[in-house]
């Protein structure tokens, strides 16, 4: 399934944080979108999630428009925010079993589902544990593995990369392409530009709520990384010479 946006403003009160943006998202592409604080990242994200609303333009997720029927768009999504949205008081078994109820998926599938993600993700010990007694990259975990339960058609992940420890990380990096092999559309955000470089298909870089440089991986970082490419499009300033005045700050 494809996402399609085009002309997409959005504001906060006076404050427009994107701005007649427009993006295809391919089906069983992994999209990187990066971009450097208050870019309009988790904006977009969370309009292509169906959790937002917008002002002006088009959003279509998977043939679904976003801006009549978000539940629709939720359906058919996963989606795992920066800041894990979790019920602290159940367990991450029981908030899987809920998951799965709520998103009408049958009990020995849904079950099936959480164990092999939880044994994967070597979660298996927390899974009696109240939720909000876990370490941050274990509650990221938990998100993870509940965006998972229904299978989605569509994932879109706000940095939720950034806090699993090396093992998962690779797990799930590895796990991301062999979805998208499976027809799977996958679109997230990180800072972490190795991750970007090393896993999705096609990357666009945003700023200022607009797109600054979009393409296939391969073109954008021909003859130069992904780190020298994103500071030359994103930074209105030489990092050579902030770097020199702190040295001689705090000399």
């Known amino acids: 399934m494809s996402i399609q946006v085009n002309s997409l403003s959005k504001f906060y009160g006076d404050k427009q944080v994107l701005s007649d943006f427009s993006i295809e998202i391919k089906t069983g592409e992994i999209h990187g979108i990066l971009g450097p604080n208050g870019s309009g990242k988790t904006t977009l994200l969370k309009i292509m999630a169906g959790i937002s609303q917008f002002d002006k333009g088009t959003v279509t997720v998977g043939g679904v428009d976003a801006k009549s029927d978000q539940i629709g768009v939720r359906k058919i999504v996963g989606y795992v925010p920066e800041t894990p949205w979790l019920y602290e008081s159940l367990t991450p078994y029981e908030y899987f079993s809920f998951i799965g109820s709520i998103r009408e998926i049958p009990n020995d599938i849904a079950e ?12 298996e010990e927390y899974n009696d544990q109240f939720i909000g007694s876990l370490s941050f990259g274990t509650k990221q975990k938990v998100s993870i593995i509940a965006s998972l339960i229904h299978a989605p058609k569509i994932l879109i992940l706000d940095e939720s990369i950034n806090g699993l420890d090396p093992q998962s990380a690779k797990i799930f990096r590895d796990l991301l392409r062999s979805l998208a092999q499976d027809g799977m559309t996958v679109v997230f955000s990180t800072h972490i530009l190795e991750i970007a470089e090393n896993v999705c298909n096609e990357i666009a870089i945003m700023n200022t709520g607009k797109i600054v440089a979009e393409g296939r991986t391969e073109e954008l970082l ?3 990384n992904l780190e020298d490419v994103f500071i030359g499009l994103t930074s209105t300033e030489d990092i050579s010479s902030v770097v020199n005045a702190l040295r001689g700050t705090l000399r």
Not at 112 to 123: C, H
């Open 112 to 123: 099936r589902r959480a164990n092999d993600l939880t044994k994967a993700f070597g979660m």
């Open 222 to 224: 021909k003859e130069r």
